[in-house]
Structures are given as structure tokens and as C-alpha cells.
Nanobody, 118 residues
Framework: QVQLVESGGGLVQPGGSLRLSCAASESSVDMYTMGWFRQAPGKQRELVATINNAGRTTYADSVKARFTISGDKSKNAVVLQMNSLKSEDTAVYFC????????????WGQGTQVTVSS
């Protein structure tokens, strides 16, 4: 089973930056997607950004031009660079690993808190 370890969360002022990292244990699948979701209090979990094994990325409209997701295939790691942070970005951020081949399993990290406040 894939295990995900997240780091980099914390408190930052509006307009500041944070860099989230997610390291995955070794997986036998060659086709996968890794990414970040976030959940604010009282709200449902939402997609932030993803990157697959081929390097293709997706972003939520709310974070485009501000966040950048990248990966290190050799280390099974993904990094989310968050710039120009807003109070609306405050949430618990969860890393996800999704197999894109059978059995299409999905794994989640424990979550890391990001708070944007002055």
C-alpha cells in the first residue's frame, strides 16, 4: 500500500508563499496521478492541482497563475509551490496518489494545515 507523507504547511501572511511537499512510498504502477486537494472548515474537499506520470498538470481555476505543481519521478514526490496566497487558500491540504491502471487505487496523506492570515 502506498503511504504519503506531507510537509511544508504552516502560517503565512496574505501575499506570501509556501511550498508543500508530498513523498510517496515506492509503487509498482507506471501510470499514476499525484496531486493536492484541500478542505476548509464547513466545506467539501476540492481539487487544487494534479500532475501525472507524463508530467501533465491540471489546476483549479482559483489557483491558476499562482500555484505550480511539479514532480520528481525518481523519488515519487510531488511539490506544490504556492505564491500570492490569499485568505481563501486557508485549508487542510491533502496529498493524493491515484493509480491510472487497474485496480485504480487511491491513497491519501494525513493532511497538512495551511493558514493565510495577517
Amino acid at each position: 500500500q502506498v503511504q504519503l507523507v506531507e510537509s511544508g504547511g504552516g502560517l503565512v501572511q496574505p501575499g506570501g508563499s509556501l511550498r508543500l511537499s508530498c513523498a510517496a512510498s515506492e509503487s509498482s504502477v507506471d501510470m499514476y496521478t499525484m496531486g493536492w486537494f484541500r478542505q476548509a472548515p464547513g466545506k467539501q474537499r476540492e481539487l487544487v492541482a494534479t500532475i501525472n506520470n507524463a508530467g501533465r498538470t491540471t489546476y483549479a481555476d482559483s489557483v491558476k497563475a499562482r500555484f505550480t505543481i511539479s514532480g520528481d519521478k525518481s523519488k515519487n514526490a510531488v511539490v506544490l509551490q504556492m505564491n500570492s496566497l490569499k485568505s481563501e487558500d486557508t485549508a487542510v491540504y491533502f496529498c493524493q496518489f491515484r493509480e491510472d491502471t487497474f485496480p485504480f487505487a487511491v491513497f491519501w496523506g494525513q493532511g497538512t494545515q495551511v493558514t493565510v492570515s495577517s
